[in-house]
């Protein structure tokens, strides 16, 4: 599909079409390296079903990579801000998802809208 970088361990998985019909893949993930970005160890992102319906050319060696250091791209891959923090992550439907969030020690369930 996509290589989001090294020292990540996907937590959660689940697609969903957002209004203008395009399809996505959301990727939860917990970042186990030291050198994690952002506000949390826990992040996720978005990546197009077009990575996922690629052609056998673009698997393995000439998969995709995103720049761990840019917040979006290459296109078609999008960093989720409301996923920094969420310990787990399900769909509730194509506009939202529930969030289990660590927020200073404490655990809370909140309703996300997907982007």
């Known amino acids: 599909m996509v290589e989001l970088g090294s020292g990540n361990r996907p937590l959660d998985l689940f697609d969903?079409?957002?209004?203008s019909g395009k399809e996505w893949v959301v990727v939860h993930t917990q970042r186990?390296?030291?050198?994690?970005?952002?506000s949390s160890k826990?992040?996720?992102?978005?990546?197009?079903?077009d990575?996922?319906?690629a052609p056998e050319d673009k698997a393995n060696e000439k998969?995709?990579?995103?720049?761990?250091k840019a917040k979006t791209?290459?296109?078609?891959?999008?960093?989720?801000?409301?996923?920094?923090?969420?310990?787990?992550?399900?769909?509730?439907?194509?506009?939202?998802?529930v969030v289990l969030r660590d927020t200073s020690?404490?655990?809370?369930?909140?309703?996300i809208?997907?982007?």
């Open 113 to 115: 809208a997907l982007p």
């Open 63 to 68: 998969a995709t990579w995103r720049d761990v």
């Open 32 to 38: 186990f390296k030291a050198d994690s970005f952002g």
């Open 42 to 49: 826990f992040w996720g992102a978005r990546v197009s079903m």
């Open 73 to 97: 791209g290459p296109e078609g891959i999008e960093i989720v801000d409301a996923l920094f923090g969420a310990v787990q992550v399900d769909k509730l439907d194509n506009e939202s998802a």
């Open 16 to 19: 969903y079409t957002d209004k």
């Open 51 to 53: 990575y996922i319906n």
């Open 105 to 111: 020690g404490k655990l809370s369930l909140e309703v």
